[in-house]
């Protein structure tokens, strides 16, 4: 079995006003520039890299972050191939689906690959499954579960840092090296039990089964008002399976909710809320199949939120009586 360890840097809009933003913005917001990897044989010798540029079509002016952080020019994304030529070149490359195992560091790769790959309305069944070797090295190295960053492990490890982060070939060597120190073949065993499945991608990349957008929204309280996100209607039969939904909070702006159709079986639905035009919000909701380990892990979030909600009413409840102790 070899290891194709896979690193990618995108482009993301100069603007959320910019024309191409308003255009492309609903279906690609991380639009891939850089394909970088590097091929393990089962002995986790290198035997082979992979690099290309794809010039971008939806955002085609890069974005000084971008800039900044990679080591590409406006001028190597103009000259870079178009996205469905290396994605053709790079499976050519990778070889046979069953005689690798796709790993990547981080979560982030592998669903923006994919959100890349439905825009082009090209195959994404080869993604599955993958592998974040972050998962594996903080089991295996006994660290707390918080990501880590790629230049930390390395200097973790000691190893030499004579490239520079952020080009994609770059980081997929350094990947690499961290891989051959790690008992990749456990890892990847384990895995199913050091993940939590609620994360985007983790079980498997998919298009959803449906998307909900809604923009120039006045503020956020007034999201969770409108029926596009209140309400859910079974994607399969068209029952109107809940309303008033109540959101459970995955992080920051992101939501979740568990539904169930008595035919169709259990749907998880994410509510992400960002930034739109001025002062407005921008929502999007998707849904997608659910099995019982989502269903089970959407179950202790909610209960861990429910807690959290109940603590923070005591706290305000305990202010509120100790204000009224005090004698006026
Ligand atoms: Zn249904």
Redesign the pocket.
Known sequence: MNYIVLDLEWNQPLSKEAPSYQKYGNYLTSEIIQFGAIKLDGSKKIIDSFRSVVAPKCYRKLHHHVKRLTSLTQRDVDAGLPFPVVVKRFRKWCGPEESYALLTWGYDDIPALGSNLVFYQQDISWLNPWYNLQVIFNDQEGQDANQKGLSSVIEYYHLQQNSQFHDALNDARYTAMIAARLDVEKGIQKYPSLVNPLILGVKGVAPPLETVRAQEIPNKKAIFMMPEFSEFH??????K?SQNIQWVRQNGDKHLHLAS?????AFLLRLRILKGSGETFMAMRTAEKADEEIAAAYRVREAKELERAELLKLKKNAKTEEKQEIPS
Do not use: L, R, S, W
């Not at 079974?234 to 029952?239: F, M």
């Not at 159709?261 to 079986?265: E, N, R, S, T, V």
């Open positions: 079974c994607p399969v039969c068209g029952g399976i159709c008595p035919q169709d079986g």
